[in-house]
């Protein structure tokens, strides 16, 4: 007689459960339906990896280029080339690029997660994520293009190489 090796039930149930969380952890799918839940730049306060408090209004006047990111997203390392390139380009022309790091790590890792990925422009922590409901994303890399004025001009799911010409003339856009 053959014996069968069981699972127990519970534990099926919880591997199931697990599954269907990390599942809607992933990133979204480059290109795929934004609905982000502002029109403006939404109030915030956060301090950056060396503890200097930021806010919304501090960029007042700015186009910006908000990119939700963490050390540990593959597909976020492959936007910070770019969005770094774009912060050389235009940071005296009146662009300001933020990347807002959802890690749960301390202020020094990702510190040094951002000097290893060639990170040149402000980082700010969210550790607990208090913007992505107002943002209204589910995944990152999110992007965000406001205009000087605060008004959300794209929002970018994911990310994509062949989303690059988008997001320049976006942001290029942005500051006029």
């Known amino acids: 007689m053959e014996t069968q090796?069981?699972?127990?039930r519970s534990a099926a149930i919880m591997a199931v459960i697990l599954f269907?969380?990390?599942?809607?952890?992933?990133?979204p799918r480059a290109g795929?339906?934004?609905?982000?839940a502002m029109t403006r730049l939404p109030e915030f306060s956060l301090k950056d990896v060396d503890g200097k408090e930021w806010t919304n209004a501090q960029f007042r006047g700015k186009a910006l280029v908000i990119d939700f990111w963490a050390t540990w997203c593959n597909t976020c390392k492959e936007t910070i080339p770019k969005l770094a390139e774009l912060n050389e380009k235009y940071k005296n022309g009146g662009l300001t690029i933020i990347g807002i790091s959802v890690d749960k790590g301390s202020a020094e890792k990702i510190r040094k997660a951002g000097k290893k990925l060639g990170i040149n422009y402000l980082v700010l922590?969210?550790?607990e994520n208090t913007l992505g409901k107002s943002f209204g994303f589910n995944g990152i890399p999110s992007l965000?293009?406001?205009?000087?004025?605060?008004?959300?001009?794209?929002a970018m799911p994911g990310y994509d190489p062949a989303q690059e010409g988008e997001l320049v003339a976006a942001a290029e856009k942005a500051m006029h």
């Open 32 to 36: 795929g339906p934004v609905k982000p």
């Open 5 to 8: 090796s069981r699972i127990p």
């Open 125 to 127: 922590l969210d550790k």
């Open 144 to 154: 965000y293009i406001f205009d000087k004025h605060g008004d959300l001009k794209t």
């Open 20 to 27: 269907a969380s990390a599942v809607g952890t992933l990133p």
